[in-house]
């Protein structure tokens, strides 16, 4: 790990200067940390806002980025608009992916800085992601990815520098939450933020609300579903999804997994 450590430094060490595609989850916040250990001021954070990016999670990547000391820019994102993207085709992470880089490029351009970099690891590599092809084709470095880090390691080398993300559930686009085929629209973004705020308001961690249509299919880590066996607790989950528009709460027995929507691809 400590090779690999070393390793990544030098990678981006090379760069000289960077933008780092900045979400607050616990690659990205690894990946900043560290370039802003070897690059200083040549190292800048930018985060994509939009109606798929909860709020909490941009505030939480505004206190981290100030915790860490590196500039942190926001700029509105508008993959809603992209025809590729709205209609939730399997490929919707590559027009996502385009649209940041694209945002990031623009921005490193106005400012001088040489590269683009962002958070994919090696453990990435085991899943369906077409963003990553988005940033092959664009030129976006992955310094995690090349120096061999595995997601387990990140989470080792964060906690011994002190990140607060060490041990921060997976997150992912709200859009992800919506089985490919289904148009996302502003709404249903909307209305699964609200729903998961629902769940993190009573104490659960690792989870996701899958939206099909009236249908709302909670996942949740098989280490939480002990909680479940409250029935006061289902009471209120289920009461306040009915009351954003969903008619079934449905709990899913295989429990919370990665990019699940992609089951279907699969099969």
Known sequence: M??????LKKIISDLESVIVAF?????STFLLKVAYDVLGENSIALTAVSPSYPAFELQEARELAKNIGVRHMTENSHELDIPGYAENS???CFFCKTELFDICFAKANELGIKNVIYGATLSDLGDFRPGMDAAKEMG?????????????EIRGLSRRMGLSTWDKPQTACLSSRIPYGIRVTEDKLRTIALSELVLRQLGLRQFRVRYHEKIAR??????????LLSRNLREIISKRLKELGFTYITIDIEG?????MNELLIK
């Open 218 to 227: 909670i996942e949740i880590d098989e280490s939480e579903f002990e909680k």
């Open 90 to 92: 399997p490929r919707r």
């Open 256 to 260: 919370y997994r990665s990019g699940s």
């Open 140 to 152: 976006v470095r992955a310094p995690l990815l090349e120096a061999g880090l595995t997601k387990e």
């Open 2 to 7: 400590e090779e690999k450590l070393q390793r």
């Open 23 to 27: 979400s607050g989850g616990v690659d």
